[in-house]
């Protein structure tokens, strides 16, 4: 003998709860967003209201930043445009990288180049140039030509 449509509707939510349940791991972070912008600060807190300059978030804001998170850079400009890239020194994981990405439908423009030395860090979005007229090219070993 069949369920009888309400009994089985309970039932359905009874599975859902139950699977959902147990594929939730406790404690998981969930991950988070940050916002920088041209004239953000190193005391910002990285919200909206209140954010990052990109020296600070480049380097994970002293360990805020964490595997996972989205960096958002806010229309304008970064860098100097000088021989010195930024560097962006934060690790992610695996299959979890932070990501740093122009804020939708904004123009972020990063001046002078980039380099990336932590692991695992998704660029998506930005624009990169270098308007200095002093360059050089590397050979394989590093030394300007």
Request: with cysteine; net charge negative.
């Amino acid at each position: 003998m069949g369920l009888s449509p309400p009994r089985r509707h309970q039932r359905c939510i009874s599975l859902v709860a139950f699977f959902g349940a147990l594929f939730a791991v406790p404690g998981a972070a969930v991950a988070a967003e940050y916002h920088v912008t041209p004239e953000g600060t190193a005391s910002g807190d990285g919200s909206e209201a209140s954010p990052w300059d990109l020296a600070t978030a480049r380097l994970g804001a002293g360990g805020v930043v964490a595997a996972g998170d989205t960096i958002w850079l806010h229309a304008g400009s970064y860098g100097d445009g000088g021989s010195e890239p930024i560097d962006f020194l934060m690790n992610g994981q695996a299959g979890n990288p932070i990501t740093v990405r122009a804020a939708i439908g904004e123009r972020a423009t990063i001046l002078g180049g980039v380099t990336v030395s932590g692991e695992y860090i998704r660029l998506w979005g930005l624009e990169i140039t270098n308007p200095s007229t002093d360059r050089f090219v590397t050979t394989g070993a590093g030394e300007p030509n």
